[in-house]
Structures are given as C-alpha cells and as structure tokens.
C-alpha cells in the first residue's frame, strides 16, 4: 500500500482571522477619529457663530449712533435677539467685558478717546465746503472706544474691542 502525504490545511482559515482582526483596528481607529474631527468642527461651528454674534452687536451699536447721539444713552446696550422661540434661551449683545456668571448686567464700556491719541493734529488737511469748522483745530468729530459682548443661554461669550469717530 502506497501512502500519500496530505497537503497542509488550516493556515488559509488562521490568515484570513489574522487579516480580519488587522482590519477591525484599522476601522475602529479611522472611525474614532472620524468621531474627534466632528466634535472638533462642532466646537467650531460654535465659536464662529459666537464670534458672528459679536460682530453683529459691534455693527448693532454703530446702527443705533443716530438714534441716541453717542451720549449716555448709548452707554449700556443690552438686547436679545431673536434666534429662538423661548425667550430664556435668547441670546444676548450687550455692553462689557467678560464677566463671571454671578453678575449678568451689561456694563458702561463707551469711552470717549483723544483725538490727538489718535493722530488728529491741527494741520490735518480737509475740505471746509459745507461743514461747520470743527473746534480746537481737529477735523471734527469724537473718536469713542468700545467693548462689546455677545452671550449665548449655554454661557459661551465672545467680546469685541473697536474704535470709531462720530460726528463730522
């Protein structure tokens, strides 16, 4: 009787476990950090959108100057707007710099600012058709310097810090 010699068996099954478990870490790893990249661009859809709250209570502020003159009317600004239905859950653009929790009111921030601190001298150049002569030599107006914040319900607050010159 002639004996065969069998043919080794088992090592595809043993590979193909071996490639499968290779394959599982490498998902796991690209799916966790598919997980981190999201809660990433979350957080900064986030901060954008605070941030485009800020520029819009800047650009609130500017918008109300004929309104209240730049006088102390136009020092507290405190307004919610109208981005949800329950009116606790609005969000705020006030006035002030970053405060603790405790203390939620809008502060005085509208400062009135040199002119010559900011470049103004008496020799400025300007054309005097159909304006009122300016007093102490400036080319009129008052430069202002002010803080800004918006503040959301979930206690996310970003501040704006900007310079103008009102008047002529």
């Known amino acids: 009787m002639h004996l065969k010699k069998r043919a080794p068996r088992g090592n595809a099954l043993m590979l193909t476990v071996i490639a499968m478990a290779v394959l599982l870490l490498l998902v796991g790893g ?18 954008d959108r605070v941030g ?29 707007l109208i981005d949800d239905p329950d ?13 603790n929790s405790k203390t939620d009111t809008a502060q005085a ?23 009122v002569p300016a007093t102490g030599g400036f080319m009129g107006g008052q430069y202002y310097r002010v803080v800004v914040k918006c503040k959301e319900t979930s206690g996310r607050e970003s501040e704006v810090e900007f310079l103008f010159r009102y008047g002529l």
Do not use: W
């Not at 002119?115 to 159909?130: C, K």
């Open 30 to 47: 690209a799916i966790q950090f598919t997980n981190y990249n999201r809660e990433a661009s979350s957080e900064k859809l986030k901060g």
């Open 52 to 80: 485009a709250c800020a520029d819009a209570a800047r650009r609130h502020l500017l918008s109300r100057l004929k309104l209240f003159r730049a006088t102390s009317e136009l020092q507290i600004l405190d307004t919610k």
């Open 87 to 99: 009116p606790n859950a609005r969000t705020r653009i006030m006035t002030g710099h970053y405060v």
């Open 109 to 131: 921030t509208v400062v009135g600012v040199d002119p010559v601190l900011m470049g103004a001298s008496g020799r400025q150049v300007r054309d005097i058709a159909n304006t």
